[in-house]
């Protein structure tokens, strides 16, 4: 079983920072891709990043050229680093890893628990 957890979350003011971290830990043999997804009140579920193991990224139109996603493989840890935030980024915050688990080897999928980010003045 692979565990995700978010910390970084928070109350920002319009045109601020904040930065999302998300850790896995587990039966990990390895970890393919790991994003980070947002769902506002009365919204579906949207990715905002993701990065693969070798290091290809992808973002939403929304929030290229604002947030950037790195990841460091050897502590099996993704993060997102969100500038010139607007009230418009409020949501959840939700981080996504699809990998393989030992020592069966079994494709997994795991999300983290969430971490709300309200931008606000």
């Known amino acids: 079983q692979v565990q995700l957890v978010e910390s970084g979350g928070g109350l920002v003011q319009p045109g601020g920072s904040l930065r999302l971290s998300c850790a896995a830990s587990?039966?990990?043999?390895?970890?393919?891709?790991m994003g980070w997804y947002r769902q506002a009140p009365g919204k579906q579920r949207e990715l905002v990043a993701r990065?693969?193991?070798?290091?290809?990224?992808n973002y939403a139109d929304s929030v290229k050229g604002r947030f950037t996603i790195s990841r460091d493989s050897a502590k099996n840890t993704v993060y997102l680093q969100m500038n010139s935030l607007k009230p418009e980024d409020t949501a959840v915050y939700y981080c996504?890893?699809?990998?393989?688990?030992?020592?069966?080897?079994?494709?997994?999928?795991?999300w983290g628990q969430g971490t709300q980010v309200t931008v606000s003045s």
């Open positions: 996504n890893a699809d990998g393989t688990d030992y020592p069966q080897g079994r494709a997994f999928g795991s």
């Open positions: 990065i693969t193991s070798g290091g290809s990224t």
């Open positions: 587990g039966n990990i043999f390895r970890i393919n891709v």
